[in-house]
Every structure is written in C-alpha cells, then in structure tokens.
C-alpha cells in the first residue's frame, strides 16, 4: 500500500472539517501543584477553547461490534478537527446542535482521544454540571 499524498490528506481533512455541524466548548482539568512544583489531588477546570467546531454521534451506551450489540460506557463520540485541545479529563459542553442554540448538554471523557488522519474522535459520558 502506497503512502497517501498531501492532496488525498488535505482532501480528507476538509471532508472532515465541512461534517462538524455542531458546535463545543471544551473545559480541560489543570492539575494543581504545591510550594515545591509537585502535583496535588486536586486541580481546577479551565475553559480552554469556545466555538469548536465539533460533530456529535449519539451511541446511547451501546455499539455494534461484528454484529453483536455491546454495552459501553459511553453516551456518544465526539468529532473534532486534528489540533484542538481534547484530553481524558476534558468536559465538552454541546452549545450548537446542527446550528440551533442548546443548553446543559455536558459530556466528560471517558477514554484518551483517538487521533486519526483527518481529525479526532473521544467517547463521552453524558454528565449533569
């Protein structure tokens, strides 16, 4: 298999950016550090990024697996373009769905992100903020 070109990439690239029909705010943990630079339990939250384009898909807990339905952990996956700041401990609030205006959609992750060719995807639990 022949490596794909920079046209094929870019062309992927914007198939991916032009299917984000929604729109995120993603919330990163930072963790907290004592007197000497050491990392403590607790931490805060931090809004790092609003008006991410992003693309919702609702699994509701269960996936299709070589024709099996199995049960997961997760209430969706989420899309977004490569480089957009999404970690393990990331909560995503949904403000756009499909470009009309939402409220108190809020996921947090539930696995590392899955960073592909053309973009990254993280399953996400729905959570109550």
Do not use: W
């Not at 022949?2 to 990439?9: A, G, L, R, W, Y």
């Not at 062309?11 to 963790?31: E, G, P, W």
């Not at 509701?60 to 049960?71: F, P, R, Y």
């Amino acid at each position: 298999m022949k490596p794909f070109t920079s046209n094929e990439i870019n062309s992927m690239k914007s198939t991916q950016a032009s299917s984000l029909f929604d729109t995120c705010t993603i919330t990163n943990y930072t963790v907290g550090l004592n007197s000497f630079g050491e990392q403590i339990k607790s931490g805060s939250y931090v809004t790092s990024a609003s008006g991410i384009p992003c693309g919702v898909f609702m699994t509701n807990g269960v996936e299709a697996l070589k024709g099996d339905v199995v049960q997961t952990d997760s209430d969706a996956v989420i899309r977004f373009a490569n480089g957009v700041n999404v970690n393990n401990k990331s909560l995503i609030t949904i403000t756009h769905r499909f470009g009309g205006a939402v409220t108190n959609v809020n996921y947090e992750a539930t696995e590392y992100p899955r960073i592909g060719i053309s973009g990254t995807q993280i399953r996400v639990k729905r959570v109550t903020i």
